[in-house]
């Protein structure tokens, strides 16, 4: 999700893997030469489960509101707004639903939620359990900005994608880091597929473990990515505290627009979002 403006359920899991451990991934997105640092982070600092029903807990989420400049300077469709027919916490599910309505100039209203000025983080594990949305044009992202991005212009501030997906391509999803010199279409970026699955039909784990050294990429603790400092071919702006944005946008420069078969209204469901740090740092 491309930022271009200055400005449950159950039991946590405890122990993931030991703290430093090299492997050798077999997934059919890294090929079987490709040998990744793991870190493992298992103290919880941040958690919503989605327990209870109403409006987002305030105390860790905030809205952008609006169109934005220029579709928050992706040509997105969508008026964000805080509505309950857009966001809402229901049956243990934060809903974030796109419908396709006159208001206020837009032709389509969505939610976009952060948490910026109440949390925020450098390093760690940061996941969320999603259920996606299907259908041409439509754009879920949960993501991270650099906590500085007030102060100096995108994408100097950073941004990692844990999670982009284009409704049209249900069995993959994306995770990318934008920074100087590599931002937009020049983003670092790779994509993971399901074999005889789809992201819309069920729920999967989106996530990151993100050391000064180094961000990997998971869909349901498959590592599938790891892009470090030398993979970037300007500076590394991953070294201070980022802030989680969760939003679906309808249309824009990354997924084209709704056509005649996408079908509204569209949720994306959220059964979880935690973050962790290191225990032992």
């Not at 995770?175 to 590599?182: A, D, F, Q, S």
Request: glycine share 8%; charged share 20%.
């Amino acid at each position: 999700m491309m930022y271009k403006i200055n400005n449950k359920k159950g039991f946590v899991k405890a122990v993931f893997m030991s703290f430093i451990t090299l492997v050798i991934l077999t997934t059919t997105n890294c090929s079987t030469d490709e040998t990744q640092t793991v870190a493992n982070f298992t103290e919880l600092v941040m958690q919503d489960e989605f327990n209870t029903d109403g409006a987002p807990n305030s105390a860790l989420w905030n809205y952008d509101i609006g169109n934005g400049v220029n579709g928050w300077g992706n040509n997105e469709l969508e008026y964000y707004t805080d509505r309950t027919e857009n966001v809402k916490v229901e049956n243990g599910y934060l809903l974030i639903t796109a419908k396709e309505e006159q208001f206020n100039g837009s032709s389509y209203t969505s939610a976009k939620l952060t948490t910026n000025g109440l949390f925020e983080q450098a390093y760690g594990r940061f996941e969320a359990r999603i259920r996606l949305p299907y259908g041409q044009g439509m754009w879920p992202a949960f993501w991270l900005l650099g906590a500085n991005c007030d102060e100096v212009i995108w994408p100097q501030c950073g941004e990692i994608d844990i999670m982009e997906y284009r409704g049209q391509e249900p069995t993959t999803v994306h995770g990318t880091v934008h920074g100087p010199g590599y931002s937009a279409g020049d983003a670092i970026t790779k994509s993971y597929s399901l074999e005889n699955d789809r992201f819309d039909t069920g729920f999967h784990v989106f996530g990151i473990e993100w050391t000064s050294e180094y961000i990997n990429y998971y869909v349901d603790n498959k590592l599938y990515n790891q892009i470090t400092p030398a993979d970037v071919p300007g500076e590394w702006v991953f070294n201070q505290p980022f802030y989680i944005i969760i939003n679906l946008a309808v249309g824009g420069n990354y997924v084209g627009y709704p056509n005649s078969e996408t079908v509204f209204p569209q949720t994306m469901l959220v059964d979880y979002v935690r973050v962790y740090k290191n225990s032992n740092n």
